[in-house]
Nanobody, 117 residues
Framework: QVQLVESGGGLVQAGGSLSLSCAAS??????MGWYRQAPGKQRELVAV???????NYADSVKGRFTISRDNAKNTVYLQMSGLKPDDTAVYLC?????????????WGQGTQVTVSS
């Protein structure tokens, strides 16, 4: 069973920067990414990165957020800059792996990011 442990997040003023990290344990995962969910809104993809592929970003964060991963540490990072109040949400780490043609999906507990105006 893969477990995801997130760190980072917090409160920042608009225009500021924050970093998130998510470490996976209990297995090797192929895809790692970040989603976010604001109060009253659906969960949405922020950024995702797979082995051997270019990262994908939501249009709303392109040019401001950067996702990266350290495979040796089984860890994914999200560097956020130019933060806006609309970025306020719970950010959740996501990981996926495929075992014998079946894909398993895992979620972290979430970390709060609050951007004040």
């Amino acid at each position: 069973q893969v477990q995801l442990v997130e760190s980072g997040g917090g409160l920042v003023q608009a225009g500021g920067s924050l970093s998130l990290s998510c470490a996976a344990s209990g297995g090797t995962v192929s895809t790692m990414g970040w989603y976010r969910q604001a109060p009253g809104k659906q969960r949405e993809l922020v950024a995702v990165i797979s082995n051997g592929s270019m990262p994908n970003y939501a249009d709303s964060v392109k040019g401001r957020f950067t996702i990266s991963r350290d495979n040796a540490k089984n860890t994914v990072y999200l560097q956020m800059s130019g933060l806006k109040p609309d970025d306020t949400a719970v950010y959740l780490c996501n990981a996926r792996r495929t075992v014998i043609f079946k894909t398993y999906e895992y979620w972290g507990q979430g970390t709060q990011v609050t951007v004040s105006s």
